[in-house]
């Protein structure tokens, strides 16, 4: 069974600190991928990166960045120098090989950047 | 460029009335999917669709129906609404290829008193 579990329910930071957002999944599968989404307080899901089970590597993206860790199954998102805009909701999310791309979602943490 | 548009936004439903989410998709996805977003729960799958023709259940099917009757359009059906149907239903669509992201639209507001 599939499972992803973000225990973070929410987090406050002050403007300009980092925060990792930590996201633990479980899957049968040895072929999957891994997501995050945004949700602003305007409701709509945004897309922010994906990642498949054979790419461990590290990725970053502007104040981005995201480390995937199969050992410890793990996909963490991390926001350097955070900024009010990154106040949302984010979400994890897990995808299967087979299956029509499916998405099993963590419960969300909500960040909240204080100015 | 709309994207996945669902229509309406928001709605109020009495306990017992029915009514249908219309999701519309440009992007020729063969894959649509209906979710539902409650507090503390993420994202639920609801209902999916691999193609025009064909449904299939998800997660939390039960007291909905769907319908993919064209490829670019996926209905959502309440036939008797019930308080536990309020949530937020999001609409997404995807490609085929394995992995590849959905694209999700605005979301509909439905409240059952």
């Known amino acids: 069974a599939q499972k992803v579990t973000q225990a973070q329910t929410e987090i406050s930071v002050v403007e300009k600190e980092d925060v990792t957002l930590d996201c633990v999944y479980e899957t049968r599968d040895t072929t999957y991928y891994l997501f995050w989404y945004k949700q602003p307080p305007s409701g709509e899901l945004v897309f922010l990166i994906r990642r498949n089970s054979f790419d461990e590597q590290n990725e970053i993206s502007g104040r981005y960045s995201w480390n995937f860790q199969k050992s410890t199954s793990s996909f963490n998102f991390t926001i350097t120098a955070s900024q009010v805009v990154d106040s949302a909701v984010y979400f994890c999310?897990?995808?299967?090989?087979?299956?029509?791309?499916?998405?099993?979602f963590g419960t969300g943490t909500r960040l909240t950047v204080i100015p | 460029n709309a994207g996945v548009t669902q229509t309406p936004k928001f709605r109020v439903l009495k306990t017992g009335q029915s009514m249908t989410l219309l999701c519309a998709q440009d992007m020729n996805h063969e894959y649509m999917y209906w979710y539902r977003q409650d507090p503390g729960m993420g994202l639920r799958l609801i209902h999916y669709s691999v193609g025009e023709g064909t449904t299939a259940k998800g997660e939390v099917p039960d007291g909905y129906n769907v319908s993919r009757l064209k490829k670019q359009n996926f209905l959502l059906g309440l036939e008797s609404a019930a308080p536990s149907q309020t949530s937020v239903y999001f609409c997404?669509?995807?490609?085929?290829?394995?992995?590849?992201?959905?694209?999700f639209g605005q979301g509909t507001r439905l409240t059952v008193v």
């Open positions: 997404a669509s995807s490609s085929t290829l394995p992995g590849t992201e959905a694209f």
């Open positions: 999310a897990l995808s299967e090989a087979i299956g029509a791309n499916n998405l099993f």
